[in-house]
Structure formats: structure tokens, C-alpha cells
């Protein structure tokens, strides 16, 4: 059975930073993309960021140049660093699993963990 585990969220101060972890079970990240995704209260979910299993990432526009993913094969553990965080990050994020192991746009997930809530204060 695939699990993802996504943890790390919490409340910070605009400019602060956080560090979200989502650990796999069931499956063996080389052989996914595993992405970031978000949802802010009445909002659509959006991606944020996606590492693939050949370990090139993508980031949204939003995200570039503050967000940083990261995977640890060992841990098969996928991190997302998040700088510089602004009001608007607020939202629960959500790690998911394509088998698809390569991130673009628009990529669908079969796979999606509980969420973890990020909230950054003004």
C-alpha cells in the first residue's frame, strides 16, 4: 500500500521559513515524481513543486527562487524548503506520487498524502 506522509507545517511570521518532509511508503521514490501541491482556503489547489525520479524539479512560478525540493533516497523522503514565506503561502500543502517520474505542468497524481497546514502570519 502507498503512503505519504507529509508533516513540518506550522505558524510563522512573514519572512520566516519552514521545512516540509513527506515520507514514502509502499513505493520507491526514484521511480515517482513526487510533487508539492497546495490549497488555500477557497481557493483551487495548485502545484507548488515536484522532484522527479531522475532528480530535476519544477517550481511555479510562485515558488521559484524561494522553494528548494530535495529527496533523500535513503530516508525515501521528499523535503521542500520554503523561504522568505508570505501571507499568500498560506494554504495546506499536500505531497502526492505520479508514476509518471517526471514533472511538468498539469501533472496528475495517483497518490496524495493527508496534508499539512502552513499558516505565515503578516
Known amino acids: 500500500e502507498v503512503q505519504l506522509q507529509a508533516s513540518g507545517g506550522g505558524l510563522v511570521q512573514t519572512g520566516e521559513s519552514l521545512k516540509l518532509s513527506c515520507v514514502a511508503s509502499g513505493l520507491n521514490i526514484d521511480d515517482y515524481a513526487i510533487g508539492w501541491l497546495r490549497q488555500a482556503p477557497g481557493k483551487e489547489r495548485e502545484g507548488v513543486s515536484c522532484i522527479s525520479g531522475d532528480g530535476s524539479s519544477y517550481y511555479s512560478d510562485s515558488a521559484r527562487g524561494r522553494f528548494t525540493v530535495t529527496s533523500d533516497r535513503a530516508k525515501n523522503t521528499v523535503y521542500l524548503q520554503m523561504n522568505t514565506l508570505r501571507p499568500e503561502d498560506t494554504a495546506v500543502y499536500y505531497c502526492?506520487?505520479?508514476?509518471?517520474?517526471?514533472?511538468?505542468?498539469?501533472?496528475?497524481?495517483?497518490?496524495w498524502g493527508q496534508g499539512t497546514l502552513v499558516t505565515v502570519s503578516s
Open positions: 502526492a506520487a505520479s508514476l509518471r517520474a517526471v514533472c511538468f505542468p498539469g501533472l496528475t497524481y495517483s497518490s
